[in-house]
């Protein structure tokens, strides 16, 4: 099971900078590609960002190159999206998800990922 963590009910204000968090409880994330997605209030989900399983490769939707990072922690047992520069267009919930594949594979299609974290609620106040 997959935990997000690190937004929540605070508001963070346009240019601030927020980190998100994803963990497996229970587990460890070295075995997984993973990636994180957002879901705008009245729009669909979408991807944000993704690292390879092996930590060397990664991408990123265009709105958000350059201001955000993904990156796996120590032991591969967390990854975690630095947020900065954050604009209004940023607020949504934010999911962590994994996917089982190659070692050096980023995926970018919601549909090649297996398991969910629960949604951490990022808002950013104009």
């Known amino acids: 099971q997959l935990q997000a963590s690190g937004g929540g009910l605070v508001q963070v204000p346009t240019g601030g900078s927020l980190r998100l968090s994803c963990k497996a409880s229970g587990g460890t994330l070295s075995i997984y590609a993973m990636g994180w997605f957002r879901r705008a209030p009245g729009k669909e989900r979408e991807f944000v960002a993704a690292?390879?399983?092996?930590?060397?490769?990664?991408d990123y939707v265009d709105s958000v190159k350059g201001r955000f990072t993904i990156s796996r922690g120590y032991a591969k047992s967390t990854v975690t999206l630095q947020m900065n520069s954050l604009k209004p267009e940023d607020t949504a919930v934010y999911y962590c998800?994994?996917?089982?594949?190659?070692?050096?594979?980023?995926?970018?299609?919601?549909?090649?990922?297996?398991?969910w974290g629960q949604g951490t609620e990022v808002t950013v106040s104009s």
């Open positions: 998800a994994a996917h089982h594949g190659s070692s050096d594979y980023v995926p970018l299609i919601e549909d090649e990922y297996v398991y």
């Open positions: 690292i390879s399983r092996s930590g060397g490769n990664t």
